[in-house]
Every structure is written in C-alpha cells, then in structure tokens.
Nanobody, 124 residues
Framework: QVQLVESGGGLVQAGGSLRLSCAASGRTFNSYGMGWFRQAPGKEREFVAAISWSGADTYYADSVKGRFTISRDNAKNTVYLQMSSLKPEDTAVYYC?????????????????WGQGTQVTVSS
C-alpha cells in the first residue's frame, strides 16, 4: 500500500515563501512520476506541478510558473514544492499524488495515489 504524507503548509503573508514536502512509503518511489494539485474552497481540484521519475521533466500550471519549483529526492522518497512570491489566490489545500508510471502527467486521472493534503493560506 502506498502512502503519501504532505507537510509544510501553513499561514504566510503575500509575497512570502513555503516549501511543501511529500514523503512516500514503499521502495518503488523512484519509478514513478509525482505531482502536486490544489483545491481552493468552492473550486475544483487543479493541477499545479509534475515531475518525472528522474526529475528530468517538470511541468507547471501557468498560474504558478516562475514562482513554484517542483523537485524530488529519490534517496529520501520525497517530493517537494518550493513556493515563492505567494499570492492570496494560492490559498488552497495542496495534495501530492503518484503517477501511474514514470512520466510527468498534468491530469488528475493519471494519478492513482493521493495524500491527505496540507493547507496553505496566504494573507493579503
């Protein structure tokens, strides 16, 4: 059974930074692409960023491009989301997810395992 546990969320002022972490259980972490999604109150879950198994391929939503960076440490079974220049509209619950194979995907249906989420609140 794969478990994904997010951490690092919290309350931050606009313009600030946060780094989210997602620790994965299991010995096959380095075989799968990973992604971050978010869901704001009253809105659908949306794609934020994705990374391939090796880290060679990364993709970002236009709304976060240039401000967020996804990375991974396969030795630690962990994927990160470094968020900078945060805006109030970034407020959401952030979820990490494991892809169905080693590629980096942009749609939620390509991800089979999800964490419980971590709240990020950006105050103006």
């Amino acid at each position: 059974q794969v478990q994904l546990v997010e951490s690092g969320g919290g309350l931050v002022q606009a313009g600030g930074s946060l780094r989210l972490s997602c620790a994965a259980s299991g010995r096959t972490f380095n075989s799968y692409g990973m992604g971050w999604f978010r869901q704001a109150p009253g809105k659908e879950r949306e794609f934020v960023a994705a990374i391939s198994w090796s880290g060679a391929d990364t993709y970002y939503a236009d709304s976060v491009k240039g401000r967020f960076t996804i990375s991974r440490d396969n030795a630690k079974n962990t994927v990160y989301l470094q968020m900078s220049s945060l805006k109030p509209e970034d407020t959401a619950v952030y979820y990490c997810a494991r892809g169905r194979d080693g590629s980096a995907y942009l749609t939620s249906r390509q991800f089979g395992y999800w964490g419980q989420g971590t709240q990020v609140t950006v105050s103006s």
